[in-house]
């Protein structure tokens, strides 16, 4: 059974480096059955269950955005 810590890192890593996850050691990546932004919303869910904080969600499209880059969204 995967940890909660292992979960939440493969999740980030995945939302943030897409569909194509480095193979990094120790990194463990999977496919969601989800949308990236109901992925999001239940790993949040399970965190906050768990009685640790999010605290912060990051919209990177955004941020290109602001500084005249373009970057397709991760967040929907």
Known sequence: MLSLRAIVLASVATMLIGAHAMAVEGLITFRSAFGPQETMKRLEAEVLAK??????????????????????????
């Open 51 to 76: 009685g640790m904080k999010v605290f912060a969600r990051i919209d990177h499209a955004a941020g290109a955005a602001a500084v005249g880059l373009s970057l397709r969204p991760t967040d929907h």
